[in-house]
Each structure stands twice: as structure tokens, then as C-alpha cells.
T-cell receptor
Framework: ETGVTQTPRHLVMGMTNKKSLKCEQH?????MYWYKQSAKKPLELMFV???????ENNSVPSRFSPECPNSSHLFLHLHTLQPEDSALYLC?????????????FGPGTRLLVL | EDQVTQSPEALRLQEGESSSLNCSYT??????LFWYRQDPGKGPEFLFT???AGEEKEKERLKATLTKKESFLHITAPKPEDSATYLC?????????????FGIGTKLQVIP
């Protein structure tokens, strides 16, 4: 247990569906992240939130919509996804920006888009 | 642009056969270098953070070292439970201090 939980762990959706991924951290951190991990590729940073404010959007398509209601919760809303969006989606958290912080990851949500 | 290259891509060891994984990096000012372990279908599990050349950290059978151009993860007398993918990542001084660049990883298999 890393103190970062994600639900659901597995998700299958059609291209016209709308679904949401949820992440919760119990570490007292103030920064949260969404990453995408595809086979044979390095982790790709998608979004960064600091103190509930989005500070990074790494050119992610608008069919991915993040939401951070507080420092402990992070959502990723999905709509009209494409098959190439199938991947492992990882949430991470870290201390408030200090220049040197380690990110701790959740178990991920395995997404399959049909 | 920050780059991280890990080698080998895959490594197969006999139980007890020590070896090293390599992570070479190119960044404009290193804030930190991270090692993670990732089991299939799970999120990366934090192992070590190294901040400056010459630094070393140990945990059980693992030892991480850092130079100005690369890091090594030494595995001494590995056991089958050490089988996993090991990820290296760097955090640079430029380009936003929360941007962490990951390598593809080294998939380690330890055979009994």
C-alpha cells in the first residue's frame, strides 16, 4: 500500500461512453498527477495539479478532462475515447512543490476502449 | 530535451547471480534521479531517490549509485521475488520542476 488508491482497477468502455477514473491519496500531499502508460513506451505525464490548481497540461486531447476538487482527490473524466487510448492510467502524488520531491503512485486503472 | 535511456531492455538471471542495470540520462541540471520497481498490472513502487553524483543508497539486495551521466542499480544475489520491471526517472531543474522523465525500463527475470 502506497497511500494512493485508484478506482476502478479495470474498465472497458465503448467509444461513445462517458466514464470517470478516481484517485485518492492519504499521504497529506498537495500535488497530484495523471500519467498514461502504454506498452513499450515510457510513462507519459498528462496533468499536474498543485493545491487544486492545474499547473500542467501536457498537450492532452480534450476527450480527457481532469478535475481536482481538493488536494486529496483527483478525477479523470473520459468521453468519446479512441482505441489508441487503451492503456494503464496511473495517478501519483507528492509533497507541495519544493524542488525535490518523490512521486508516489497508485495501482493504476487498466482501460480498454473498444 | 531531457532523455533517459535504460539498458538492457530485458535481463534474465539465475537466482544468486548478481548484475547491474544501467540508466543513462541527459538533462539540463539534475534535481533528482529516481528508481522504481513495477510489477505486472501494478503501479510503480518507489525505491530510491539520488540527488548528486557520488551518492549511493541501499535497500536489501539493491544498491543505487549515481554519476554525472548515469545511474546503476546493482542487484546482489537476486531472488525470484526480485523479478519485475525497474524504471529510472529524472527530474530536471529546467522545464518545470515537477516534470519527471521516465525511461522505458528494464524487465528483470530471476530464475530459481
Amino acid at each position: 500500500e502506497t497511500g494512493v488508491t485508484q478506482t476502478p482497477r479495470h474498465l472497458v468502455m465503448g467509444m461513445t461512453n462517458k466514464k470517470s477514473l478516481k484517485c485518492e491519496q492519504h499521504l497529506g500531499h498537495n500535488a497530484m498527477y495523471w500519467y498514461k502508460q502504454s506498452a513499450k513506451k515510457p510513462l507519459e505525464l498528462m496533468f499536474v495539479y498543485n493545491f487544486k490548481e492545474q499547473t500542467e497540461n501536457n498537450s492532452v486531447p480534450s476527450r480527457f478532462s481532469p478535475e481536482c476538487p481538493n488536494s486529496s482527490h483527483l478525477f479523470l473524466h473520459l468521453h468519446t475515447l479512441q482505441p489508441e487510448d487503451s492503456a494503464l492510467y496511473l495517478c501519483a502524488s507528492s509533497q507541495a512543490p519544493s524542488g525535490q520531491e518523490t512521486q508516489y503512485f497508485g495501482p493504476g486503472t487498466r482501460l480498454l476502449v473498444l | 530535451e531531457d532523455q533517459v535511456t535504460q539498458s538492457p531492455e530485458a535481463l534474465r538471471l539465475q537466482e544468486g547471480e548478481s548484475s547491474s542495470l544501467n540508466c543513462s540520462y541527459t538533462v539540463s541540471g539534475l534535481r533528482g534521479l529516481f528508481w522504481y520497481r513495477q510489477d505486472p498490472g501494478k503501479g510503480p513502487e518507489f525505491l530510491f531517490t539520488l540527488y548528486s553524483a557520488g551518492e549511493e543508497k541501499e535497500k536489501e539486495r539493491l544498491k543505487a549509485t549515481l554519476t554525472k551521466k548515469e545511474s546503476f542499480l546493482h542487484i546482489t544475489a537476486p531472488k525470484p521475488e526480485d523479478s519485475a520491471t525497474y524504471l529510472c526517472a529524472v527530474q530536471a531543474e529546467s522545464g518545470g520542476y515537477q516534470k519527471v522523465t521516465f525511461g522505458i525500463g528494464t524487465k528483470l527475470q530471476v530464475i530459481p
